[in-house]
């Protein structure tokens, strides 16, 4: 995702909703500083009244993929390409492409505990929440108190049916970054997921 972007998505999650997560921005999301320079260039702009697409994003630019693509068929070495296209595809919510790209990425980078957390991100919105929670663990052993990961494993655990595990590694992670004002909103959803677990408040 894009490092610019705000951090948290949406609050919502099995009890209170879906949640997408805390995935972007500040600790960063992927590798890249900004956008990889493309050799296509001229692409028209989007009209200003152009329908926007997923998250407010406008249409997947077809060349810009292409030449993504281009760049990471030329070298299987290129990082960069592979994490790039992630982003593009988890923007535009192509879940299935950016887990695809992501993974490259991964396999030449695995450490990575920023594309991980995006990794697992996409691979909750799939559906896939285990999976996910074995992503979130490997960022979180690449990069131990890594926020978006702890989040976002909240997250995975609660679409896994593990809500009381959420729920402690939430309250955990408030209390490892007590002044972040991003994370204010998670004391009430917390309140609200015990509640539904039948744990009071």
């Known amino acids: ?76 070495t290129n990082l960069r390409a592979r994490v790039e296209l992630g982003n593009l595809y988890m923007d535009h919510e192509r879940w299935g492409d950016a887990v695809k790209w992501y993974g ?17 991100a996409c691979l909750v919105s799939l559906g896939r929440a285990p999976e996910a929670v074995v992503a979130f663990d490997a960022a979180l052993a690449a990069s131990p108190g890594h926020k978006k990961a702890l989040f976002n494993k909240g997250i995975a655990l609660l679409q896994s049916g593990r809500g009381k595990e959420a729920v402690a590694l939430w309250e955990d992670l408030l209390k490892r970054y007590p002044d972040d004002p991003q994370l204010a909103p998670l004391r009430e959803q917390i309140a609200q997921a015990r509640a539904s677990l039948g744990s009071g408040s």
């Open 1 to 76: 995702m894009k490092s610019n972007e705000p951090m948290v998505y949406g609050v919502a999650g099995i009890f209170f909703g879906f949640v997408l997560g805390y995935m972007v921005a500040n600790a960063g999301g992927g590798t890249s500083s900004g956008p990889l320079p493309l050799p296509v260039s001229g692409a028209p702009a989007p009209a200003s009244g152009a329908p926007a697409t997923a998250a407010g994003h406008g249409a997947l630019d077809p060349n810009e993929v292409r030449a993504l693509e281009a760049l990471a068929a030329r070298d299987a």
């Open 104 to 120: 490259e990425a991964l396999a030449i980078d695995p450490k990575n505990a920023d594309v991980r957390v995006d990794l697992g």
